[in-house]
């Protein structure tokens, strides 16, 4: 017994290092494989990368024309909200040259070249611009669709979208023969077009809030797509360009990797404001989910969803702004407790929680602050479906409250005594807007005898209409003829 435990033993070693091999056997496998999966060095043409990016940079002859007839298509798209139509722009557009070959020329320290690439892509957003404000200048109908209103402010989902498209692109680049699915894609996915077109149709209306936030998403998808291409050609070790005086060099790569560092610098800071943003937006939201919505109202309050405000600033004067409507008044004591919720998000602490209610006022006040809300909130309606069905709803809601009631009894008896050729009579209120006032119209219907004239019909009606002006003590008075 005792002489079979080295045996044992032996077998329990010779086992343990087996499955210690099958271990560092099978590692080594998994890091083969990815290695082979994930390795784009092997596929990379370094030369004809080069060479392509620099003859896509220059804007001259054929490439300025497609510019400025793909810039008047995706304006077209644009203004009638035809999304087919500014994806078909932004695939024959070709913005991407000189944004590629700064990119390129920061990676390999070509100074000339990114003078090119300069040149050029203030040429692109010249050109671009212009061609876009002359279209919306000009062109009769600039209604302010929800396609450029989606363009005037970035958001975290844009800054991704500019980094990751960057970074596909230049791999598709990178590789031997192009992969041209992948760089139509791309152009679609950063939508670089659609933010100059927006710029142009801001300055059109003068809108410079349009304008410049369209620019800011313009510079921001540049700016990382730009990182992208650095980023990839320096991990794919891209040759750098020689000089022949060493000390020409030295500075060559001390200026391009001052440049570079500079662009990084904003890069990072708006990756970090639009992050903290979207933070903020999204714990409102989650806000006003848990705690607003829930509110149960005593009588016909409701909370507009609509139109909520979000205003985010890195200060302390960031702001939500809750609209509330009908009879009942947002109690004091419910408002400390909202701000008392408030506090428990962390980005909502320091913002200001701000209560606009409708209170106890008549019909007309209240239509006339919907109205009001919708001139102001448009970016919020971002259809005209939308736009259509939320006046609809609150006009039915508005219906439905009390309004100052006419004596109709009474009307109708004098009216009945003092006009003998009246044989029926109606009323009926009705609020009438053009989106820039609110009328609120008495509208009697009348029919009269079939057997008098339409001289002494005329001569009828007007005399009702002024009694019924000076007995209801106002010039909005409309009649219409009753039907059978």
Not at 19 to 30: N, P
Not at 158 to 184: E, N, P, Q, Y
Not at 375 to 380: G, L
Not at 423 to 435: A, D, E, L, P
Request: with cysteine; glycine share 6%; proline share 3%.
């Amino acid at each position: 017994m005792e002489e079979n435990k080295p045996i044992d033993n032996q077998q329990d070693t010779n086992s343990s290092e087996n499955v210690k091999k099958d271990l560092s056997g099978l590692v080594g496998s998994l890091k083969t494989f990815f290695k082979e999966l994930l390795d784009i060095r092997k596929n990379t043409d370094q030369q004809a990368t080069i060479a392509s990016i620099v003859d896509d940079i220059p804007f001259k002859g054929h490439t300025s024309w497609i510019l400025i007839c793909s810039i008047f298509i995706a304006s077209v798209g644009l203004n009638a909200n035809s999304t087919a139509v500014v994806i078909g722009a932004m695939l024959i557009s070709p913005l991407m040259g000189p944004i590629l070959g700064m990119g390129m020329s920061l990676a390999i320290n070509d100074i000339d070249t990114l003078r090119r690439s300069l040149k050029n892509f203030g040429v692109m957003v010249g050109l671009s611009v212009l061609t876009a404000f002359l279209f919306f200048r000009f062109f009769p109908l600039r209604d302010e669709s929800s396609e450029l209103l989606a363009r005037t402010a970035p958001d975290i989902r844009d800054v991704l979208i500019a980094f990751f498209g960057g970074l596909a692109l230049v791999i598709a680049r990178a590789k031997k023969g192009t992969i041209a699915s992948v760089i139509f894609g791309v152009a679609i996915a950063t939508a670089l077009m659609p933010p100059l077109c927006t710029v142009g149709f801001g300055l059109a209306i003068g809108n410079l809030e349009y304008a410049g936030g369209a620019m800011y998403l313009f510079i921001i998808n540049t700016i990382f797509i730009a990182l992208a291409t650095f980023l990839v050609l320096k991990l794919l070790r891209f040759p750098m360009v020689r000089y022949a005086n060493s000390a020409k060099r030295r500075l060559i790569a001390r200026i391009a990797s001052l440049v570079a560092f500079v662009v990084m610098i904003p890069a990072g800071y708006t990756f970090y404001k639009v992050f903290q943003e979207s933070l903020f937006k999204n714990q409102a939201k989650q806000f006003i989910s848990e705690n607003i919505e829930t509110y149960q109202f005593a009588a016909g309050g409701r909370f507009l969803e609509n139109f909520t405000s979000m205003k985010y600033t890195n200060n302390q004067d960031s702001s939500v702004e809750l609209v509330f409507m009908g009879d009942e008044a947002i109690p004091d004591n419910v408002i400390e407790t909202w701000n008392a919720q408030k506090n428990a998000y962390s980005k909502l602490k320091n913002t200001e929680l701000k209560i606009v209610q409708g209170g106890r006022d008549d019909s007309e006040e209240k239509f006339n602050f919907v109205s009001e809300l919708y001139e102001t909130k448009k970016e919020e309606l971002v259809t005209r479906e939308a736009q259509i069905r939320v006046l609809e709803e609150e006009v039915a809601k508005l219906s439905k409250l009390p309004m100052n009631k006419i004596p109709f009894d009474e009307i109708a008896g004098e009216a009945r005594i003092n006009y003998v050729n009246l044989r029926k009579i109606g009323f009926s209120s009705v609020i009438k807007t053009n989106f820039k006032s609110v009328d609120t119209v008495a509208v009697f219907l009348v029919k009269w005898s079939d057997s008098i004239p339409d001289k002494v019909v005329t001569d009828d009606q007007k005399r009702l209409t002024d009694w019924l002006k000076l007995k209801l003590g106002t010039d909005k008075i409309q009649i219409d003829k009753m039907e059978d």
